[in-house]
């Protein structure tokens, strides 16, 4: 997946910004982004695809995504979001 398939959204971008310092559900995001739960799942899944975000589930249905550490690209685009 291409760099401008990822940023070239406002809300995922909006999603990377509120996962900076933060781990949080889809429910939590959804809220913090002001869409609703379903687009907020949407562009999770895109921003996991490419690697840049990954989740932690707790039982059986409670994920809290966060920044994926390992990742070059995911720390690439920390280091612009903290930077602007």
């Given amino acids: 997946m291409d760099i401008e398939d ?5 809300t ?6 509120a996962l900076i310092n933060s781990e949080l559900t889809p429910s939590d995001i959804a809220k913090t ?6 687009d ?3 562009h999770l ?4 695809a490419a690697g840049i975000i990954s989740h932690i589930k707790f039982g059986k249905r409670i994920r809290y995504f966060k920044f994926n550490e390992a990742s070059h690209k995911a720390q690439a685009i920390r280091h612009l979001i903290e930077t602007f």
């Fill in 45 to 48: 899944k895109i921003l996991e």
């Fill in 12 to 17: 995922r971008l909006k999603i990377l910004n």
């Fill in 6 to 10: 990822v940023l070239c959204s406002k």
């Fill in 33 to 38: 982004v002001g869409v609703n739960y379903a």
């Fill in 40 to 42: 907020a799942n949407e």
